[in-house]
């Protein structure tokens, strides 16, 4: 092929993957190390524990994180900490150097005061620097002990209520306990608001179930996955907007034996572009590990495959019309598998123990590159943990730079064959 051809035919491939909007990350992701807060920790008179979301301030170098404590051990609350990256370690027993519990804070009723037992259910949590608010987001209940509708709401830093988010009715439980009977809508018990994410603009407030509504599809389980819900609120008004479907995939590893309780779930993402995002997918079973990793805790199976997953929903099919996408063809959100947490190992060649992992965020930069957080709810649980986990992202050149690189190269075997001649 003659050297005029050749730079036809590069600049002919990069225009392609310049302009043909492939749905895929820019970036890798790699593993700085970890550090565990033992369960039963305490911190100025509450239980820390129930961590189900954490998210970055930068303005502080500081993290807030708020507890799914019920109210039950506790009042329902947030805390406010700080990490320091350089001290974690890629080891199976890190300790907890470098994480310090700075503040806890009460989230309040409407009304004012404390939650009672039972009446809430905290999970998801961002926060707004443009408007030094807090967005946090409350599960619900659909149980025999009573239907409890989801909640989207803004407070102030000291936990007092400032508003409520617009949710559609869609997501109201109603019909049999279980949500397994025809004619049942809403969230599913447990499997409702787990994530949030702030837009990259600022201007766009989502939340996402764990699991799909009563009435789009079933809750996962080893043999299917489950369709959730991702809405967009206008942070502004507080209306919802735009819904797209992010299918949920089945267990990964069943329980042992296979009788016993098994889930998958969204249970967080966070923006990184146009309707662009980073999610956790926490896969759980009883007794589940995966092949060839040794990851216990007290000598345990932790049950947990955690995976993250870059997510496009810029193609997806916006659903906020369809009270039920049942029989639906849509489009769903794309995803694609970043990073299975089972695979990383600590410097002794240990794999990581991995945790009910709930909680992620973009954190600092740390040795020239951008971090990721990701911090576990351990259920309050005595063979459980609270552990904080650190990636490196790792970023690629993007088709514009592959293409201006390759036409370079051709040039100069141009140029040099020129000077040959």
């Not at 911190?43 to 019920?70: E, K, M, P």
């Not at 990256?85 to 150097?97: A, I, Y």
């Not at 000291?158 to 306990?177: A, H, I, K, L």
């Amino acid at each position: 092929m003659s050297t005029n051809r050749a730079v036809l035919c590069i600049a002919f491939v990069t225009s392609s993957m310049i302009h043909s909007g492939a749905q895929s990350a820019d970036f890798s992701l790699s593993y700085i190390g970890q550090q565990i807060i033992p369960s039963g920790t305490l911190y100025n008179g509450t239980t820390i524990g129930g961590l189900s979301s954490i998210d970055y301030v930068a303005s502080q170098n500081r993290y807030v994180a708020i507890s799914d404590d019920r109210g039950t051990i506790n009042p329902s609350r947030y805390y406010n900490l700080s990490l320091s990256l350089g001290q974690f370690q890629r080891s199976q027993t890190p300790g907890n150097v470098g994480v310090v519990f700075n503040a806890v804070t009460t989230i309040q009723t409407p009304s004012g005061g404390s939650f009672a037992a039972n009446t809430v259910d905290p999970e998801g949590m961002r926060f707004d620097a443009a408007r030094n608010m807090l967005y946090w987001s409350n599960e619900g209940q659909r149980s025999s002990a009573g239907f409890q509708n989801p909640t989207v709401r803004a407070m102030n830093l000291d936990g007092s209520y400032s508003r409520d988010f617009s949710v559609p009715t869609r997501y109201n439980p109603s019909g049999s306990n279980s949500g397994l009977t025809a004619g049942d809508k809403g969230v599913y018990n447990n499997l409702a608001f787990e994530s949030l994410a702030i837009s990259t603009d600022g201007r766009t407030l989502y939340a996402a179930t764990e699991n799909a509504l009563a009435q789009d599809s079933l809750p996962s389980t080893v043999g299917n996955g489950s369709r959730s819900r991702i809405i967009a609120f206008d942070i502004a008004s507080g209306a919802s907007a735009a819904e797209y479907i992010y299918d949920v995939a089945p267990v990964v590893i069943g329980p042992t034996p296979s009788t016993q309780f098994a889930t998958n779930g969204l249970t967080d993402f966070v923006a990184i572009g146009d309707r662009q995002f980073i999610s956790i997918e926490r896969s759980f079973a009883v007794g589940a590990q995966t092949p060839g990793v040794s990851a216990t805790t007290n000598g345990l199976p932790t049950g947990n495959t955690i995976r993250l997953f870059y997510v496009d929903a810029r193609n997806a099919t916006d659903v906020s019309l369809l009270d039920s996408i049942a029989n639906q063809t849509i489009n769903s959100v794309n995803k694609t598998l970043l990073l299975d947490l089972s695979t990383l190992q600590n410097d002794d060649g240990s794999f990581l123990a991995l945790d009910n992992i709930e909680g992620i965020t973009l954190g600092p930069n740390f040795n020239g590159r951008e971090s990721l957080i990701l911090v576990s709810d351990n259920n309050f649980g005595a063979n459980q943990f609270t552990q904080f986990t650190a990636l490196q992202i790792n970023r690629v050149p993007e088709p514009q730079t592959y293409a201006l690189m390759l036409l370079g190269v051709a040039a100069f075997g141009l140029t040099a064959r020129r000077r040959t001649r």
